[in-house]
């Protein structure tokens, strides 16, 4: 019925500690946790092998070369088998129980036409305040906290994805195609925890958040001019 996306690059020291979280937290569930390995150039594969053995509900799908973040997670959403579908972070700042937490909140809505997502309290930057503002003058649409995991929706809404972002920008359009789809946007508070393992992949440096940035207010340009 649930089929958990999660995107991995070089996180072979959070994964044990992942998928054990996740074994709790989808306990009673019919799911599966499709582990993406993203391109990873440490061991992950090894211990993606192992967790396999260990737990049945985890799947894997390796592709050889990351090419991005928004491309991991749609090569998982292709190999998934659920019908109603989610994706999260690998970092274990995202809880795994926040997953369960949407699938719930997914079964109370009786909709198909609902995405699903967390909202993360406390984090408020003037960065993302001025990435949802932008948001709202470009699509007059109001925007709820584009990168806050994990997302959660119906198959259906994957079937109008034309073009999906490589990159980062797939949170954005992820949401963007959900609100052009007529589908409700609900939120429930979600804590970012502390990564123990590794670090961020977003930006690690200046100069790789400036381009991230760069990027993500180019796409939102881009698909206001063109569509997608």
């Known amino acids: 019925m649930l089929s958990v996306i999660v995107p991995c690059y070089n996180e072979e020291r959070n994964l044990p500690l992942l998928a054990e979280r996740f ?22 594969q090894l211990v993606i092998g192992r967790l396999m053995k260990k737990y049945s509900f985890v799947k894997c799908v390796r592709i050889k070369k990351n090419i991005g973040y928004g491309h991991g997670i749609i090569m998982g959403l292709k190999h998934a088998r659920g019908r109603v579908l989610a994706y999260t972070h690998a970092d274990m700042q995202c809880d795994p129980f926040d997953v369960r937490k949407a699938y719930q909140i997914f079964q109370q809505s009786k909709s198909s036409k609902v995405l699903v997502k967390g909202n993360r309290k406390g984090r408020f930057s003037i960065l993302t305040a001025g990435f949802h503002t932008l948001a709202a003058l470009l699509f007059l649409k109001k925007y709820d906290d584009v990168n806050g995991q994990p997302k959660l929706f119906h198959r259906d809404l994957m079937k109008t994805f034309r073009q999906p972002p490589l990159g980062f920008q797939l949170d ?57």
């Open 172 to 228: 954005f359009y992820v949401q963007h195609k959900a609100l052009d789809s007529g589908c409700a946007i609900v939120s429930f508070p979600v804590k970012f925890g502390v990564r123990k393992y590794g670090y961020s992949k977003w930006a690690a440096t200046l100069p790789s958040k400036a381009r991230n940035i760069s990027r993500f207010l180019g796409y939102m340009i881009k698909i206001r001019i063109f569509g997608k």
């Open 23 to 44: 074994s709790k937290a989808l306990k009673g569930i019919s799911a599966e946790l499709v582990l993406v390995n993203n391109g990873s150039t440490d061991d992950s």
